[in-house]
């Protein structure tokens, strides 16, 4: 199957598809929305500053055959059905959406007249998180980001003996994932700084963010049935953004011997359109290599395809916006930059290694990648290592320091892959910390 | 409200409910069951060696008003909305079922005629995990157990700081939650043993159990809305018996920083009955006094009454049954027996905890105890404790001996309240190791 869908050229008859935006007709992500009349949740495909509405679409007859099938899929108020497809059939999807979408096929005259019926001003709609979300796991496969954190909490081995040999991970709290948009209530629970003999119960005062791409899981496996490595990179549908909220006071506490808990369980906010495996395709890379003297993963983690392409060029940002910029209608800051290749094990390595043990992951199950800092500075994917565990603040050009996050701060992820004509983003993945 | 259903005289027009086994009239447990023609898997309630078909039973016209909401709730393929009743309609429900199965009370006269339609026997059904279970939370507030474990994990701080003020809880998975009778495969993952340089990857060899309790939520709380300590008792529906089956190889090399994952992730084993929380009022204890010197909780964890009666006086074995105990037709040998009064916490504490930072509950989710040990010889709830490790394996009967569990073993959990007329049990918790 030949995809035309990556050529950087072609653009969309719906005009703000074609403005630089994240959702141009290279993109197509899916997602769930209501639309302001209201009515149930349903599946649409962004483009440009409009949602397509997949059930109303199916309703105008636009799709035939697998297509047919997989947008049925794609319609309701989940996207689980349709992340259970073969990956075929979601491509056949993607290829019949650019084709109705793009500028240059005749298939325009099909949808075009409906315009009116079939697209919703995306700034209307209230968009929903992506799929149910079975099961949630998040890595810790950001080797910097690891070595960061390794060093303000076990200073003597920063880098624990596994890590270079297992994808480190743990299952999150799935019913406390929410969109973009939603606030983030200040957690309360148990910390013990070094200078009181006792722990005291009360609000974080070290409330932080995690810069992190979500994998969205499908079709997934049977329980006892492991995914080999070279079989499962088909297994990720696509990425959102994801912030793994922390309370790093809560969690220093905590976190021994089963890892954290209250520290992350009060919020996960994702990005609400999944950008698909076949849009990122041209922006896949090579695994970067690993600094010499680290050891070669073991057989189950190691296919060379994975290594030759099974990275994302995927560059990333995060943005503080606080109560006083706000006031002075200042911009929000960035405040940290990175990539996804400074990641140190690929997705397909994740899901590999998930399943190695019989796991099942399900449709709809959600891999966070870990928080991905780069090496340099500013390059930090949280406040934690940002500010040195508080020690440090950080200097913000509205005169105002940070070493954790206040109530009213906002904190928005981006994520963009190319530039100039083809650039596709990643849309919203913001939250206010309430005050 | 007066509930007469706790009474031990009353017997069942039901026979095999008066024999002494574990579901005589006083219990009343709930489960999803599919009967031996097939059809959608259903609600239904154990009286004695039958089943009592909810779905059927609404449609007979057996229950009016609030009781027959909540049997609608109860009678479809999951027990979520029956799990996010108030607790009074579920206790509502119960009398109604109470008087209907009674031997002694008039409206037996309109169910007993329709038995043969309304009643399947249970050992030609084949069970279902109780409920959807959004999210699976397994705790550690065994302190034995802990004392145990952390004496081989770290002989120098067996016990952390932070265990007796922290419920020790982390996230476990819902996707490989299993009814009694699903066999495990065993895991394969990474160890690294101490002769090792480097790890290596292959089949578990030291695959345990772990002796739990498993509570199931409802109704639950919204995201950002604690539940207070007085109400967090109100929130567990009831309780059914879990087997936490861990790899004790790959846990040890991968817990380190984020808990375990692979070690724990490949299956978990429940009872499928809901013992409800009225069938166990008669059986509420005092929670056990802390030893002298041990720290008075966090005032949010403190409630007079859930002191006085938030503990379960809940006896609990554990069975092995070997290959050769199996050709030799020798019955299964109990391997361990505690009580879930040996537990640190009441399941209310760890409702307040696990919700104290705004983590918000659903109904049907599920809360694993810990592994309950007590604090004499016999009484581990795991074989890693029993034979120190590993070093001490187990002499059995049989003449065999074990140090962890070997393919073809069964190992199989009881819970028992009272004796005599109105005991109640849990049912069956088994599961074969896959050869």
Known sequence: MIDRTHDPRPTSWVA???TGGDFPIQNLPFGVFTPPAGGPP?????IGAKILDLSAALKAGLFTGEAR???EAAAGPALNPWMALTPRARTLLRQRLSDLLSGDNPARFQIEPLASRLLHDAEVCVMGVPAEVGDYTDFYAGIHHAE???QLFRPDTPLLPNYKYVPIGYHGRASSIRPSGAPVHRPSGQRKPPELSVPEFGPSRSLD???ELGAWVGPGNALGK???IGDAGSHIVGFSLLNDWSARDLQAWEYQPLGPFLAKNFMTTVSPWVVTVDALAPFRVAQKARPAGDPRPLPYLWDDRDQAMGAFDIQLEVRLLTPRMRERSMPPEVIGRSNATDLYWTFAQ???HHTAGGCNLRPGDLLGSGTISGPQEGSQGSLLERSQGGRKPIQLS???ARAFLQDGDEISLSGSCGRGPGRIGFGRCSAVILG
Not at 42 to 46: K, P, S, Y
């Open 16 to 18: 703000s598809a074609n």
């Open 42 to 46: 349903r599946g649409g495909v962004a």
């Open 69 to 71: 099938t997989a947008a």
């Open 148 to 150: 960061n954190v390794g």
């Open 209 to 211: 963010y995690e810069l």
């Open 226 to 228: 492991p995914v080999a």
């Open 350 to 352: 994740l899901v590999a």
């Open 398 to 400: 509205s005169g105002e």
